[in-house]
């Protein structure tokens, strides 16, 4: 079970993004995953989710700038989250994780969005 986030980066304010999450491990392909951001001294927050079937949910701050999606294979997922028009207050580590019963947390990627 491992989960790697990439993709990353310095971006001005408005600009786009794309990560992606590895996810090894047949579990994930059959669970709802999630995007999670952690801003500078703040809890982690579930920002995007995608369930199995494609199902999609955002928080109120990134709906409408934010899509999710994922690509399942027998052992492997792949989620990826397009970030367009970004925002500063969009700043922080970004990890994925399934949303029910979270599997130990990857490093992360780091966003940060000047003004």
């Known amino acids: 079970v491992q989960l790697q986030a990439s993709g990353g980066g310095l971006v001005q304010a408005g600009g786009s993004l794309r990560l992606s999450c590895a996810a090894s491990g047949s579990i994930f392909s059959v669970s709802a995953m999630g995007w999670y951001r952690q801003a500078p001294g703040k809890q982690r927050e579930l920002i995007a989710a995608?369930?199995?079937?494609?199902?999609?949910?955002?928080a109120a701050s990134v709906k409408g700038r934010f899509t999710i999606s994922r690509d399942n294979a027998k052992s492997k997922s792949t989620v990826y989250l397009q970030m367009n028009s970004l925002k500063p207050e969009d700043t922080g580590v970004y990890y994925c994780?399934?949303?029910?019963?979270?599997?130990?947390w990857g490093q992360g990627t780091l966003v940060t969005v000047s003004s």
């Open positions: 995608i369930t199995s079937g494609g199902g999609t949910n955002y």
């Open positions: 994780n399934a949303v029910s019963n979270p599997r130990p």
